[in-house]
């Protein structure tokens, strides 16, 4: 019954080091994304993409980058990891509307950045 | 703009039933959204209305009013595993879900 997978629940990296998030769906959904939720600020869209090859900018895509070559799969990257994007990520997708079923989301990854 | 409002916390007992509001200001709109999440976890779905008027699911149900940018998820016959934050979210034209910050529930005994 998997649906969203992400390759870790927990990641420790050190600053200014480069991290991928992957992220995987085998519902063969359109849509993906990738947010980040810290207290307090609730979940934030950092990019999204409508198909392979593309991608969009969300509220906060500053310091990241992202990643669809393949239609199941999702990359979330940090170019040089900084201590403020220590955070819980996760990832979603859904198929595209106007009429919608429900956005499934990963299991999220905790990323601590030293 | 886009804004979504809803209280940051909220308590209650078990077995009552609580209401919980959410309040929308959106570009576009084909939807809203509610779902659960527990601390640590993943938000898990809980219900999708497009249509104006009430959709029961179980001891859950939620509400929607497009006219006045107005939902409420309502939760009977309260259980302690309900305590967790419920998420309130709007999908607008571009197939992007907007949340809310969520609102935090804890039931006591």
């Known amino acids: 019954d998997v649906k969203v997978t992400q390759s870790s629940r927990y990641l420790v990296k050190r600053t200014g080091e480069k991290v991928f998030l992957e992220c995987v769906q085998d519902?063969?959904?359109?849509?993906m994304f990738w947010y980040r939720q810290d207290p307090g600020l609730g979940l934030r869209l950092i990019y999204f993409?409508?198909?392979?090859?593309?991608?969009e900018k969300g509220d906060i895509p500053e310091g990241y980058s992202v990643s669809r070559e393949k239609k199941e799969r999702f990359s979330l990257i940090l170019e040089s990891a900084s201590t403020n994007q220590t955070s819980m990520y996760l990832c979603?997708?859904?198929?595209?509307?106007?009429?919608?079923?429900?956005?499934?989301f990963g299991p999220g990854t905790r990323l601590t950045v030293l | 703009g886009q804004n979504i409002d809803q209280p940051t916390e909220m308590t209650a007992t078990e077995g009552a039933i609580v209401q919980i509001n959410c309040t929308y200001q959106?570009?576009?709109?084909?939807?809203l959204f509610w779902y659960q999440q527990h601390a640590g976890e993943a938000p898990t779905f809980l219900s999708y209305?497009?249509?104006?008027g009430l959709e029961e699911k179980g001891r859950f149900s939620s509400f929607l009013s497009r006219s006045k940018g107005y939902s409420y998820l309502l939760l009977k016959e309260l259980q302690m595993k309900d305590s967790a934050s419920y998420l309130c979210?709007?999908?607008?034209?571009?197939?992007?879900?907007?949340f809310g910050t969520g609102t935090r529930l804890q039931v006591f005994p």
């Open positions: 979210a709007v999908i607008g034209k571009t197939d992007k879900l907007i």
């Open positions: 959106t570009s576009g709109f084909n939807g």
């Open positions: 209305n497009v249509l104006d």
């Open positions: 979603a997708s859904i198929q595209p509307g106007p009429v919608y079923n429900e956005q499934f």
């Open positions: 993409s409508y198909d392979v090859k593309m991608k």
């Open positions: 519902m063969d959904h359109e849509n």
